[in-house]
């Protein structure tokens, strides 16, 4: 048992993770932040793909640093799920753990003999967890549920970028990272709830609700109007949002205005061509009013415009990439980086859960394990050959 | 008490929500959603500020469509807490509940004699989650905490787009929606954590931590190659990820492409430009590649390359906007909306919590309150005043 954090408020909780790639994953690695015990359940030939999913290709070992960075504070156990022997002694760690999370596509554990149903004989007190793509039912239900093809058909690729630009992706897995997010809460609502009723409990959800939910903004705007959102012919930042909401270059760089009364912008930007337009027109004439402080903002450098904008407590903020965010002192007094030791040689740097929990930091910094390299240990630990004979 | 669902896992969790805009009313709104009772304590004049903020100058009554699908399924107290007398009504409302969340900037509770050490006096048992938008020290403690400003300040506009665009927006409040998310899993976290210790839990988020942790992908791969991740010259959806992955244009939509192993890919596309480059290259020659892929893909129409891609079992995907994906079986068959009595003639169409318990829908069909029109009635049955006197 690695991640021996005395105080964290999920000690003594013990998850097993059947899961691959991020969604399942980013949800175990919650879990261990804040304290849990987290055993992966790896197929012993390949185990976790993400072992092999590179970005950017990076290796740390075999593995790549994305597996590294997102299964951090975990254990590996192996096992063969069509071999009886060693499935009966997944079965036996399943009736000592509180939580299983699974992210395989629908019915393959209802052909492993471990779909929710048939896992409560062997623990009556399990929060059960699934994440499928898109539901159970229906013509998606088998498709896979990868991130980038989930946005493509959620309809998120029409909220970024501007209205005659292409769809426009978010470059981030913020599918797998939303939905690992809602199951980590819903386990943990089950756990409290747990505290009532002595019973198992399952939990259901897929990456198409969370995408859906994420969105409620553009579908509860669009079910009032009848109207698609439209993005904003320039600099839009947010469909559904007046003028000036966007990003505005500079003449040296860019920078961020948020909800600014269209008023006191009129002061700080002093030209008679926003004359014509009042606040009652930031959402009618978005698009016209928008050009004009385009126009306007590109003249001055970011400094000049933050300076007097900040002045009036206005809501802007200059741009900054990843290495100017590092150099700031609220990066460094955040402590927002981790090492973690790979061998004796080898360390990488990662970021933290950004949970702080009467003050103390989560910090996760025992490194991503070895296929299988824990199997050993939990097997004596949890007498699970013994009980299975 | 307008929550009445009998069986969801957060009953008879009281939660007072001391927020405004999105950050922590949606965290108070999964914890309805959940089951917890949540009562918004709001400044008597104006309230919560996001009553008057309108998306697409969509308004319900008095106040926007937002404010109505954020806190739908809560209740509202309204008190001065500069007010003496209610001060001590709150506090008295305070020493009877489960978890209280503010997103106020550094200093205000404080002031208010409403922060953690002094709370603590009135409840020894509270979580207390405390959400600001930079930390609390450090030159950009006192900057609004505002989801664009921290997007323009975390790194997070040179993700989407492509290499030669403009920084890019996520089109949607990314930052508020994840640390919203992530409070909650704090706060069910501590819960599950008082039952083993009874004492005050205190839990600190911010912004930038939210979508720093987000960004994990990013800082690891800078801090690991010492290099700014870039975008894509074309077709980037995720800087990190090498080619096929992206968004193509076909001759009639867009269709994304996954992580597809390149030899696969050349067998749909048939073209000796491909010849040339094989798996090993797909970060090296990414951009080439993606740029050969574009020309290829947008000689068919996207029925035609899904129908060759999806018979390979290849990731791939059509692009649908919120009507066609309205219009499919999977989103009919996930029941994924939810009808919201606002008066008697009045009713708005809202999605609904993305988790399932025990097959059941967390449905949250209360609409959100008018300012302050619970008062009188919490003021009685926790008996705020006559505790006071």
Redesign the interface.
């Known amino acids: 048992m690695k991640n021996k954090s005395s105080n964290k408020?999920?000690k003594?909780?013990l998850v097993l993770e059947f899961c691959q790639y991020l969604s399942g994953p980013s949800a175990g690695l919650?879990l261990a932040d804040?304290?849990a015990r987290v055993i992966k359940i790896e197929n012993p030939g390949k185990g976790d793909l993400c072992r092999v999913?590179?970005?950017?290709?990076?290796w740390v070992d075999d593995n790549s640093?994305?597996f590294h960075?997102?299964n951090r504070n975990k254990e590996s156990y192996t096992a063969n799920l069509k071999s009886g022997e060693e499935l009966a002694e997944v079965r036996n760690l399943i009736g000592k753990a509180d939580v299983m999370i699974h992210n395989f596509r629908p019915g393959v554990m209802e052909k492993l003999g471990l779909d929710f149903e048939k896992v409560q004989k062997y623990n009556a007190e399990l929060v059960y967890a699934e994440i499928s793509g898109?539901?159970k039912?229906?013509?998606?239900?088998k498709?896979?549920g990868?991130?980038?093809?989930l946005?493509?058909?959620?309809?998120l690729?029409?909220?970024?970028?501007d209205q005659d630009d292409?769809?426009?992706?978010?470059?981030?897995?913020?599918g797998d990272?939303?939905?690992g997010?809602?199951v980590?809460?819903?386990i943990?609502?089950?756990?409290?709830?747990r505290?009532?009723q002595k019973k198992a409990?399952?939990?259901?959800?897929?990456l198409?609700?969370?995408l859906?939910?994420?969105?409620?903004?553009?579908?509860?705007?669009?079910?009032?109007?009848g109207k698609?959102?439209k993005?904003s012919a320039v600099n839009?930042?947010?469909?559904?949002?007046?003028a000036p909401?966007?990003?505005y270059?500079t003449t040296n760089g860019?920078?961020?205005?948020?909800?600014i009364p269209l008023n006191d912008l009129k002061q700080i930007l002093r030209s008679n061509r926003l004359n014509e337009f009042d606040q009652s027109m930031i959402?009618?004439h978005r698009d016209e009013i928008k050009s004009i402080i385009f126009d306007l903002i590109k003249e001055q450098p970011s400094e000049y415009w933050i300076e007097k904008l900040e002045a009036e407590g206005l809501?802007?903020?200059?741009?900054?990439?990843?290495?100017?965010?590092k150099n700031?002192?609220?990066?460094?007094?955040?402590k927002?980086?981790q090492e973690i030791s790979i061998s004796e040689h080898k360390k990488?740097?990662?970021?933290?859960?950004?949970?702080?929990?009467?003050?103390e930091i989560m910090w996760g910094e025992v490194r991503a394990p070895r296929l299988g390299e824990d199997s050993e240990n939990i097997k004596e630990e949890f007498n699970l050959k013994a009980a299975h004979l």
């Not at 690729?157 to 970028?161: F, H, L």
């Open positions: 408020p999920l003594g909780i919650r804040l304290g999913l590179p970005i950017k290709d990076q640093l994305l960075t997102i898109y539901g039912e229906g013509s998606w239900a498709k896979p990868q991130d980038l093809l946005q493509a058909m959620s309809g690729m029409y909220a970024s970028g292409a769809p426009t992706p978010f470059g981030l897995a913020i990272i939303l939905c997010a809602q980590v809460q819903a943990l609502a089950a756990l409290v709830y505290k009532r409990v399952r939990i259901e959800i897929s198409l609700e969370s859906i939910d994420f969105q409620f903004e553009m579908f509860t705007t669009y079910f009032a109007s698609l959102p993005r839009n930042a947010h469909a559904l949002l007046g909401y966007g990003i270059k860019h920078i961020a205005l948020a909800m959402f009618s809501w802007a903020a200059q741009l900054k990439n990843w290495q100017e965010l700031s002192d609220s990066y460094e007094l955040l927002l980086e990488i740097k990662t970021n933290r859960c950004p949970i702080r929990i009467d003050g």
